[in-house]
């Protein structure tokens, strides 16, 4: 039996995604590679919906190798952040900035709870060394889309650098760079897109790109200095990367497209409508409001005497992976599901048919 994963990555992908595999075998040093890689390039700024002011490069590794590259290249020295942290990946944004040995001041309201704008404001004219507002788009962790526009109008007012992880976000929200105010982000294949992990990438402002010198860079590989440069010479990675996982990469941008943008997102927004209906028929309850979820993440309490562990395995056995909560959440029994990646109304009707009988 073939597992339909509901889970925010790994995703499943389609059989056109998987094929483009099999691309026979080319040295990443070749024109072939350099016409594909520039062709990716433009499928990313499309996603993030990008004007030409700027520009995108490929890092091979997850969504946290993306965030790496970015958070231990862009700080010049007495640059300082400002991390808005509610969640497990914000927690893992400032756990990057204290290895790098970034000075920051944190944000931290609790999961899955809104940062208060006004103390944003506030820190930002306290502190004129703040560079860069750093933040979560989707906190997958709780499913909860953070207030990204309004942070992004604060950077704006107040000169600064807005740093999005777009990890879980990009191709299940609108990112919308140009209107959010987003100096740089980043995300990863094998999420929303409906590609493979490994495959992960940056999205930035041209001008804040030429800005940096590999020397700001704290490490040798995550160098997003390197990657920028040798992308603009030659459309190429500073070393050797992850080829096989640029092609599905591109071919799932390009279906993206071929459907539209918004066709794509508005199809996996209905699609986790109906099972979010479906769940609360059954007397299950959400972790928070519809208004505050993104769009392809559902986080959800077990009814009480469920056990989440067992629950998941049922799940299991009847062929749906599911995630169970993460942190204080775990304790709680609460367990997510996601359609992120080649989802389809079928699947759907197959999920809530086995929560459905798991939940009895």
Same mark, same amino acid.
């Given at each position: 039996?073939?597992?339909?994963?509901?889970?925010?990555?790994?995703v499943?992908v389609?059989?056109?995604?998987?094929?483009? %595999?099999?691309?026979?075998?080319?040295?990443?040093?070749?024109?072939?590679?350099?016409?594909?890689?520039?062709e990716?390039q433009?499928?990313?700024l499309?996603l993030?919906?990008a004007? =030409?002011?700027?520009?995108?490069?490929?890092?091979?590794?997850?969504?946290?190798s993306?965030?790496?590259?970015? %958070?231990?290249s862009?700080?010049?020295d007495?640059?300082?952040?400002?991390?808005i942290?509610?969640? !497990?990946?914000?927690g893992r944004?400032?756990?990057i900035?204290?290895?790098?040995?970034?000075?920051?001041?944190?944000? $931290?309201p609790g999961?899955?709870n809104?940062?208060?704008?006004?103390?944003?404001?506030?820190?930002?004219? $306290?502190n004129?060394?703040?560079?860069y507002?750093?933040m979560?788009?989707?906190?997958?962790?709780?499913?909860?889309?953070?207030?990204?526009?309004?942070?992004?109008?604060?950077?704006h007012k107040?000169?600064?650098?807005?740093?999005?992880d777009c990890?879980?976000?990009?191709?299940?929200?609108?990112?919308?760079?140009v209107e959010?105010?987003?100096?740089?982000?980043?995300s990863?294949?094998?999420?929303?897109?409906?590609?493979?992990?490994g495959?992960?990438?940056v999205?930035?402002k041209k @001008?804040l790109?030429?800005?940096?010198t590999? !020397? /700001?860079?704290?490490?040798?590989?995550?160098?997003?200095a390197?990657h920028?440069?040798?992308?603009?010479?030659?459309?190429?990675?500073p070393?050797?990367?992850?080829?096989n996982?640029?092609?599905?990469?591109?071919?799932?941008l390009k279906?993206?497209?071929?459907e539209?943008?918004?066709?794509?997102?508005?199809?996996?927004?209905? /699609?986790t409508?109906?099972?979010?209906?479906?769940?609360?028929?059954?007397?299950?309850k959400?972790?928070l409001? =519809? !208004?505050?979820m993104?769009?392809?993440?559902?986080s959800?309490?077990?009814p @009480?005497g469920?056990?989440?562990?067992?629950?998941?395995?049922? /799940?299991?056995?009847?062929?749906?992976t599911?995630?169970?909560?993460?942190?204080?959440?775990?304790?709680?029994?609460?367990f997510?599901?996601?359609?992120m990646g080649?989802?389809?109304?079928?699947?759907v009707?197959?999920?809530?048919a086995?929560l459905?009988?798991?939940?009895?």
């Amino acid at each position: 039996m073939k597992t339909k994963l509901f889970s925010p990555g790994p995703v499943l992908v389609s059989d056109e995604v998987r094929n483009s %595999l099999l691309h026979y075998d080319i040295c990443h040093r070749s024109p072939e590679f350099e016409e594909m890689f520039a062709e990716l390039q433009q499928n990313i700024l499309k996603l993030f919906e990008a004007d =030409d002011s700027y520009y995108a490069v490929v890092v091979s590794g997850s969504g946290t190798s993306a965030n790496e590259t970015c %958070l231990s290249s862009i700080f010049a020295d007495g640059d300082e952040a400002l991390l808005i942290n509610n969640g !497990e990946f914000g927690g893992r944004l400032k756990e990057i900035l204290e290895k790098h040995g970034v000075p920051f001041t944190e944000i $931290a309201p609790g999961w899955a709870n809104d940062p208060d704008l006004g103390e944003v404001e506030a820190s930002l004219k $306290a502190n004129d060394k703040i560079k860069y507002i750093c933040m979560v788009f989707h906190e997958t962790s709780t499913a909860m889309i953070n207030p990204v526009h309004e942070v992004g109008e604060l950077a704006h007012k107040y000169g600064r650098r807005l740093f999005v992880d777009c990890v879980s976000a990009a191709a299940g929200q609108h990112i919308r760079v140009v209107e959010n105010h987003i100096d740089i982000c980043t995300s990863v294949g094998g999420k929303c897109v409906g590609a493979y992990p490994g495959s992960a990438y940056v999205c930035a402002k041209k @001008e804040l790109l030429d800005g940096l010198t590999p !020397e /700001m860079g704290k490490t040798v590989y995550l160098n997003l200095a390197k990657h920028y440069q040798m992308a603009v010479a030659k459309h190429q990675t500073p070393n050797t990367p992850n080829v096989n996982l640029f092609w599905p990469l591109n071919t799932a941008l390009k279906a993206i497209f071929a459907e539209g943008l918004d066709q794509y997102i508005e199809r996996h927004a209905a /699609m986790t409508a109906r099972c979010r209906e479906a769940a609360r028929e059954m007397g299950l309850k959400m972790l928070l409001p =519809d !208004e505050k979820m993104s769009n392809t993440v559902t986080s959800v309490f077990l009814p @009480e005497g469920k056990n989440v562990n067992d629950f998941i395995a049922a /799940m299991g056995k009847d062929g749906y992976t599911v995630y169970a909560g993460k942190g204080k959440y775990l304790e709680m029994n609460m367990f997510q599901f996601a359609t992120m990646g080649y989802i389809t109304d079928e699947d759907v009707d197959g999920f809530i048919a086995a929560l459905r009988k798991n939940i009895q």
